[in-house]
């Protein structure tokens, strides 16, 4: 059985296919998917696909690639879709200081509301960290978001930024980068973290493992990511699946 904590079918990518692929992948043992959102149009696309799987879970957030274009009726929309037992998470949501846009102070705020709307909600969190460790550290310390704790997504930062936020009651979630010969420090990451807070995912169609290193991504390429990670931590591929598994289910509170 597998979890695949961060996925987004919703993408064009997925056009041509998406149905075929999905009911192929669970047939297959992927057992359970988290379909996180993005865009202000990728909430409702989300609840419906949440509807149409009962294999599928979702997570409701605007990307800090959108914080220009939000507003307070954005967080009214995601309040009351979140009433749907599908609803999981909220996220993807956080910092994206790569590209330099939208301003770092308005995507600060609209992280902070999105924490403050999941605290309300009693909802765990979904972080996007890109070139910003140091900014999303403060936020979560400054919300006091270990009281409802989360995910961080294709985990980028220091062993010591890990095991800092396992102290504020987060999971570290790792991805196909694990697999590249070039990912030294996820893999120092990976042996310093407690396998009982790790998870997996594959932020598909995006970072693909290796050796579908820039082919579309989906769910079923998590066993590379197993594998990777039992061999890092000398442990088998099934204790790796079932444990990461266990730890979503309880993270998104899934009888």
Known sequence: MIFDTHAHYDDSKFDEDRDELLEELHQNGVTYILN????????????ALAEKYD????A???HPEYADKMHEGILDKIRLLSKNKKVVAIGEI???YYYGDPPRDIQRVWFERQIELAKELSLPIIIHDRDAHEDSVKIIKKT???????IFHCFSGSTEMAMDMLDYNFHISIGGVVTFK?????????KAVPLDRLLI????PYLAPEPFRGKRNNSGYLTYIIDKIAEIKGISAQEV?????SNAKKLFRID
Do not use: H, Q, W
Request: hydrophobic residues 45%; contains cysteine; negative net charge.
């Open 55 to 58: 294999f599928i879970y979702i």
């Open 94 to 96: 956080g910092l994206d």
């Open 182 to 190: 070039n990912a030294k420090k996820v893999v120092e990451v990976v």
């Open 144 to 150: 006091n978001a270990s009281e409802i704790g989360g």
């Open 36 to 47: 996180a959102s993005a865009s202000l149009d990728s909430l409702d696309v989300n609840i």
């Open 241 to 245: 699946a079932d444990t990461t598994f």
């Open 201 to 204: 995912e594959t932020d598909c």
């Open 60 to 62: 409701l957030g605007i």
